[in-house]
């Protein structure tokens, strides 16, 4: 239930509602009381004044026997518990209820009289709560005649005022607040409620379906939505991004079919290609045995003779051209063994360094220690690495390093072995770098473009990783990674050495 957005706002403005509202309540329902308590005391301070007043009135004319009658008369307040004057040993002097005269007040009576605000709250049965108060009788000259001169309080006048009626009024007012902060909090959260479903959890909830409908792949739905606030905004981006997708799903649609065009294409071409090569590669084999018989058949000094040399020599790029594209359109199926790669190199090295072109080139052949095996096949790796090799000696032609490192790397939990084949030449323009394994791209005069393609799909044929980067601060660095041989790896090349 509490997994819905809008169920949690309007759960949450409910609480934070009912909770400020009844802290208010409770604050207004005691302000409330301590007003009517304050309202009790000055009607019971105005009494006692009364009281003081004509007392003091009836005993400045001597009849002291009145004064009894005035308690008597002003006790018969229907709020009023009882009126009295006691003396301030605490021994009841007058009374409105003559039964208590003589006896000592009571303590809470008393206590006041001590106290310096002289009034208090206490329960006094069978009555409930009184407020009691009390207000000394002073000793003045009128009264030396009968009291003397030498107290300065004569009695002490004790009123205890009933708040049973306060009460009523009290619990009568929290009542009604109460009722109305219960019927608001109510209303409001209703309203809240509504206001929610409305403006928030419907818009929400279509925009939810409509997101199902986009993952279900239709790209036709839109949400109408005439607000301008923040549910607005998000339907109007919702709406903008659907349109994106569709654009987006067209453009790519029209991609895929262009690529399925031109990969028909390609095919056709390549099985053309690969038809032509054949037909073509027989008759190079002739003609290079014929130049070749004419050739040994001259004199060396004939002028002739370098013009046959220069024939054989295209002849035999033409050969290598066609064996390329044969390889390419259909290289042959990896024989995968566990083998050393850094013997591989070493020997491919030594190889490429007849070559004419190295005379101002130095090498270097940095290899981890403990390198594990890889699983690949030998002939096919050191085709990759005679074509980088010698790439690199072309790229060096005035002269530079190369460098061959080996190490130890990890992808998706399984070991690589990597293998770095660096030169300080020119480098590659980094728009370049992205073409460089595209078929038939050459940057060469003489190049045919299948070279680096050929050493790619080889690699890719291994399982492995073939990426290219600039070498710092100049020339190129090729890197291949390779997978190491596993467990399994070496027991299916033991079967296939035992076979």
């Known amino acids: 239930m509490f997994k819905s957005l809008t169920t949690r706002i309007i759960a949450t403005t409910i609480v934070l509602l009912v909770g400020g509202i009844f802290i208010y309540t409770f604050f207004n329902v005691r302000q409330q009381q301590s007003q009517l308590i304050e309202t009790a005391r000055e009607s019971t301070e105005l009494l006692l004044h009364t009281v003081e007043n004509s007392i003091y009135n009836t005993m400045h004319l001597g009849n002291v026997q009145d004064v009894s009658s005035i308690l008597a008369m002003v006790g018969q307040h229907n709020q009023l518990v009882g009126v009295r004057i006691f003396h301030p040993h605490g021994v009841i002097l007058r009374s409105s209820n003559p039964a208590e005269v003589g006896k000592v007040v009571s303590t809470d009576d008393y206590s006041l009289y001590l ?16 407020l009691s108060m009390v207000k000394p009788i002073y000793n003045e000259a009128a009264c030396h005649a009968c009291h003397g001169s030498k107290a300065r309080v004569i009695g002490i006048l004790n009123v205890d005022y009933s708040l049973y009626r306060t009460k009523l009024q009290m619990l009568e007012a929290s009542r009604i607040f109460i009722a109305s902060s219960v019927a608001i909090t109510f209303f409001l959260s209703v309203t809240i409620s509504l206001i929610l479903f409305k403006f928030v959890k419907k818009p929400l909830d279509s925009m939810t379906a409509n997101m199902s409908r986009v993952e279900n792949g239709d790209l036709s739905v839109r949400i109408e939505y005439r607000g301008t606030d923040e549910i607005g ?21 029209q991609y895929h079919f262009q690529q399925l065009e031109r990969a028909d294409r390609l095919a056709s071409i390549g099985e053309m290609a690969a038809g032509i090569a054949h037909e073509i590669k027989n008759p190079l084999a002739g003609i290079s045995a014929a130049v070749s018989i004419i050739k040994d058949d001259l004199d060396p000094d004939d002028q002739r003779s370098g013009i046959l040399k220069e024939v054989l020599q295209q002849v035999q790029r033409l050969d290598k051209t066609v064996n390329d594209l044969l390889f390419f359109g259909k290289p042959s199926v990896p024989e995968l063994a566990c083998i050393d790669i850094s013997h591989v ?6 190889f490429a360094s007849q070559h004419r072109g190295v005379m101002h080139i130095g090498w270097q052949l940095e290899f981890a220690p403990g ?29 530079g390093t190369l460098t061959i490192s080996t190490s130890l790397t990890e992808r998706e939990g399984r070991d690589y072995v990597r293998i770095d084949v660096a030169d300080t030449g ?30 790619y799909k080889l690699i890719n044929l291994h399982n492995g990783f073939f990426t290219v980067s600039n070498n710092t601060p100049r020339g ?8 190491a041989c596993s467990v399994h790896d070496f027991d299916e090349t033991r079967r296939e050495h035992e076979a």
């Open 371 to 399: 390198l594990p095996t890889v699983y690949a096949d030998g002939k096919q790796m050191q085709q990759v690495f005679l074509n980088l090799i010698l790439n690199a000696f072309q790229a060096m032609s005035e002269g």
């Open 426 to 455: 020119p480098g590659i323009p980094s728009q370049i770098q992205e073409k460089i394994f595209t078929p038939f791209f050459t940057t060469k005069a003489q190049g045919t473009g299948l070279g680096l393609p050929i050493c």
């Open 115 to 130: 106290n310096p605000k002289h009034y208090g709250i206490f329960d006094l049965p069978p009555y409930g709560e009184v």
């Open 345 to 350: 190199i070493e020997k491919t090295l030594k």
């Open 233 to 253: 905004k998000l339907v109007d981006s919702f709406n903008s991004m659907v349109d994106r997708l569709d654009i987006a799903k067209k453009e790519l649609e």
């Open 476 to 483: 190129t660095v090729f890197t291949i990674e390779l997978p």
